[in-house]
């Protein structure tokens, strides 16, 4: 069974600075897509950045990035230039590819903090 | 426009109740889900429709029944509620083998509180 672990449970970053968050997984499978999702006070769980296993370019959405390491079974997740905004948890995600719909298993979250 | 949306938001109900929480989704997706988020907030999946047909069904027990009247519909019905249903219920949505839209978008949550 995959298992995804995220080892910090909270983080802290003061505004404008750069965070790492980190997220390991466990999978014999070859093909499959990482995601991060963040989920604010307000609950809604939104989409921040996916990855598909089979591109070795690491994704990037505005001050979003990932460090992909296949190998490593590593995919973690830099918030550059930190803004109040970010402040929420946040979610390390694995999917396998296998044709048809499939389950999304979550690691159990960091807490980011974003300080003045 | 919303994209996945749940009613309602909020439910608090007592022990031994039958209730439902609704999903809908108008992205054109011909899959749904429905999540559980704990008290920890670990997030673990529930079932999984395809065009209106159960294709993941986890360890849940069977007081849980979900119904999809149609692909954009996905209704969650719980029987003789116990204290441990009290979580927050996620439904997301998906394209199979549409990239990116086989991403999973998630609904705002209903968070079920069983006194």
């Known amino acids: 069974a995959q298992t995804v672990t995220q080892s910090q449970p909270e983080m802290s970053v003061q505004e404008a600075e750069t965070v790492t968050l980190s997220c390991t997984y466990d999978?014999?499978?070859?093909?499959?897509?990482l995601f991060w999702y963040k989920q604010p006070p307000s609950r809604q769980m939104i989409l921040v950045i996916r990855?598909?296993?089979?591109?070795?370019q690491n994704a990037t959405e505005n001050r979003f990035s990932v460090n992909f390491q296949k190998a490593a079974k590593s995919f973690s997740l830099k918030i550059s230039d930190s803004q109040l905004g970010d402040a929420a948890m946040y979610f390390c995600?694995?999917?396998?590819?296998?044709?048809?719909?499939?389950?999304?298993?979550f690691g159990t979250g960091t807490r980011l903090q974003v300080t003045l | 426009d919303t994209a996945v949306s749940q009613t309602p938001k909020y439910l608090v109900t007592q022990m031994g109740n039958d209730k439902s929480i609704k999903c809908e989704q108008n992205?054109?997706?011909?899959?749904m889900y429905w999540y559980k988020q704990d008290s920890k907030k670990f997030l673990k999946i529930m079932f999984s429709?395809?065009?209106?047909?159960?294709?993941i069904n986890e360890t849940v027990p069977n007081r849980f029944s979900p119904k999809s009247p149609d692909k954009a519909h996905l209704n969650l019905h719980i029987n003789s509620l116990e204290l441990g249903d009290s979580a927050v219920y996620f439904c997301?949505?998906?394209?199979?083998?549409?990239?990116?839209?086989?991403?999973?978008?998630f609904g705002p949550g209903t968070r079920l509180t069983v006194l």
């Open positions: 997301a949505s998906s394209q199979v083998n549409l990239a990116p839209r086989d991403t999973q978008y």
């Open positions: 999978t014999s499978e070859s093909d499959y897509y």
């Open positions: 990855q598909e296993a089979y591109k070795q």
């Open positions: 995600a694995y999917r396998l590819y296998t044709g048809t719909a499939s389950k999304l298993t």
């Open positions: 992205l054109g997706h011909d899959t």
């Open positions: 429709y395809n065009n209106k047909e159960l294709i």
